[in-house]
């Protein structure tokens, strides 16, 4: 019955989690709003920011699983990819509570633990399946075989979803992050209102950076014949945006899982948290008679619950690491 203390720190949230025995008990995220005023995540302000949460963050999960911190049998950290000076903060600190505590330390790829997300609760997908993980700095199609044996299958040449979501949401004038605004304002705008290009790129692989170039001529052109052209049609746009980003990520996924034979597909990362996409989702596996895998809000975007339930299944194979671990900005897997 391993307990395990789940440690997120690659970008900007600083999460902890405690798993008893693979039920996640606590899952503590503390976000970061000082990037707002910048329009994007700034690395050197996130390692501070990370720096004074981690301790308040792994008290509050430990107090809200309602165990000991002497009950934790190992702790498990995300050890890339992710910004080098907020990943050091979460490694460091997981090294130093195990060596306290006597306890091993397990590593996490944070893309495998977007996918093991799926693991958490009782509607699990079953192996294999394809998982679309689409986050702010990844856009992959992986084929999950089991737990750790998972293959990328296409991924994106340029852009993340995520980034597309953003880089929109600045043009438009939006704050930071901007994909939950942009889901915001689809919802009550028309997803046919404008047209924006398909990317036609090879094979499972996606590239967003056509797009945002697209959707940035378009506004210019169409702010310069009227200058309240945005804020007239805020949800048209958002909804046409949205639109356009989850055909072109569903007509790969689609494609794979037939070729594949696939009938479990999942979402993960921080944009499967977005309705049009979701629902986008559900709508094709039923259509296929598939089944539909979609995470709950909570472990969409970065957690430290899916740290540590990738942690429970390393901890029940006995993969573990030394002290010399050191985390890595670019981690493939
Ligand atoms: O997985 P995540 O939390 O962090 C990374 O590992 O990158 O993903 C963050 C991304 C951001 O680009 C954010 O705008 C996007 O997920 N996002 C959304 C929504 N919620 C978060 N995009 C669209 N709709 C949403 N509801
Ligand atoms: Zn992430």
Not at 189 to 194: C, F, L, R, S, T
Not at 282 to 295: A, I, K, T
């Amino acid at each position: 019955m391993p307990v395990i203390l789940g440690i997120e720190s690659s970008c900007d949230e600083t999460s902890a989690s405690v798993c008893v025995d693979g039920e996640i008990r606590s899952n503590v995220i503390a976000n970061q709003t000082i990037h707002e005023a910048y329009g994007g995540v700034v690395p050197e302000l996130a390692s501070r920011v990370h720096q004074q949460n981690i301790i308040p963050a792994v008290q509050q999960a430990i107090l809200n699983a309602k165990v000991s911190k002497n009950d934790i049998d190992a702790v498990a950290f995300t050890r890339g990819p992710g910004l080098l000076g907020s990943l050091l903060v979460g490694v460091s600190f997981a090294k130093a509570f195990a060596l306290a505590q006597d306890i091993p330390l397990i590593e996490v790829n944070h893309m495998q633990a977007h996918v093991l997300a799926h693991f958490i609760g009782k509607h699990k997908p079953s192996f294999p399946f394809l998982c679309l993980t689409v986050s702010g700095g990844h856009t992959q199609i992986v084929l999950v075989k089991d737990y750790f044996d998972m293959k990328i299958i296409g991924q994106t040449q340029d852009d993340a979803a995520g980034e597309a979501m953003d880089k929109t949401s600045k043009i438009l004038g939006l704050p930071y992050p901007g994909g939950p605004l942009i889901d915001k304002y689809a919802r009550q705008g028309n997803p046919d209102a404008y047209k924006f290009p398909e990317p036609q790129i090879p094979g499972y692989n996606f590239s967003f950076s056509g797009l945002k170039t697209a959707i940035l001529y378009f506004i210019r052109d169409n702010e310069a014949k009227n200058p309240d052209f945005i804020k007239e049609n805020l949800p048209d746009i958002c909804a046409s945006v949205e639109k356009r980003i989850v055909t072109i990520l569903l007509n790969k996924f689609k494609r794979a899982a037939q070729e594949y034979n696939i009938k479990d597909l999942a979402l993960a990362g921080g944009v499967s948290a977005n309705t049009g996409l979701r629902e986008g989702l559900q709508q094709l596996c039923l259509q296929q008679g598939w089944n539909s895998f979609v995470p709950n809000f909570e472990y969409c975007t970065d957690n430290a619950a899916m740290i540590a339930i990738a942690g429970h299944y390393k901890f029940l194979s006995g993969e573990f690491v030394g002290q010399e671990v050191a985390p890595m900005a670019r981690m493939p897997f």
